[in-house]
């Protein structure tokens, strides 16, 4: 980046002083810009942090062992949840059983 600035005075040292105030105001300008454009990827960046309006509230925490689909509907309907995020033990994937609108059990595989 280059910055410029003229002035003219009859004393070279008051022309220097301007000088110099102008180049700070366009460097510190020049910085902003540069903060603002910079993507902030580091814990340190000043630009403050979105956070949910609600704080988020930890309701159970619970460790499971491999399920089959059939197995994990099963302690859906047992438990009854709305809903139940298992591992699925014949893919290792994780999956979601659920009960729909129409009241029947659905599975996401992912």
């Known amino acids: 980046t280059i910055l410029r600035a003229e002035c003219a005075s009859i004393d070279m040292y ?7 105030d102008k180049l700070e105001v366009q460097l510190k300008k020049h910085n902003d810009k540069q903060k603002d454009h910079r993507p902030h990827t580091h814990e340190g960046s000043k630009k403050p942090k979105k956070t949910p309006s ?3 509230q930890k309701e159970r925490h619970y460790h499971t062992k491999p399920l089959s689909p059939e197995d994990a509907a099963l302690e859906l309907e047992a438990e009854n949840l709305p809903f139940l995020v298992f591992r699925n033990a014949h893919t290792e994937a994780i ?14 595989e992912t």
């Open 54 to 56: 609600k704080p988020l």
């Open 14 to 20: 008051a022309s220097i002083d301007s000088i110099h």
């Open 95 to 108: 999956n979601v059983v659920y009960i729909s609108e129409d009241k029947s059990i659905r599975l996401i």
